[in-house]
């Protein structure tokens, strides 16, 4: 089955940096789309970040781009997330998500790591 995991998630000072990593499992990876994503406290899960098959195009919400970088290495099916300059704001559970097609819902989830920005 597929499976996706999560990693890298940790307490970390505001202004610093965490490179958050998911490996996939079950599905030929070169084939989807990735994304990340978190949930705080309280809120709906929002979308943080996102990489085409190829890894050729990624698109960012607003809140973190300029700080955070999404990548991929097909042949180890990883997906990272570099994140810097990091806020108070951004403390989370960061989940990674693969979706087949180009549009539409995401077809599978990891569960989670946490993410703690502290002042």
């Known amino acids: 089955q597929v499976q996706l995991v999560e990693s890298g998630g940790d307490l970390v000072q505001a202004g610093g940096s965490l490179r958050l990593s998911c490996v996939a499992s079950?599905?030929?990876?070169?084939?989807?789309?990735m994304g990340w994503f978190r949930q705080a406290p309280g809120k709906e899960r929002e979308f943080v970040a996102g990489?085409?098959?190829?890894?050729?195009?990624?698109g960012y919400s607003d809140s973190v781009k300029g700080r955070f970088t999404i990548s991929r290495d097909n042949p180890k099916n990883m997906v990272y997330l570099q994140m810097n300059s990091l806020k108070l704001d951004d403390s989370a559970v960061y989940y990674c998500?693969?979706?087949?097609?180009?549009?539409?819902?995401?077809?599978?989830w990891g569960q989670g790591t946490q993410v703690t920005v502290s002042s």
């Open positions: 998500g693969a979706r087949r097609a180009v549009y539409g819902s995401y077809d599978y």
């Open positions: 990489i085409s098959a190829s890894g050729g195009s990624t």
């Open positions: 079950g599905l030929i990876f070169s084939n989807y789309r």
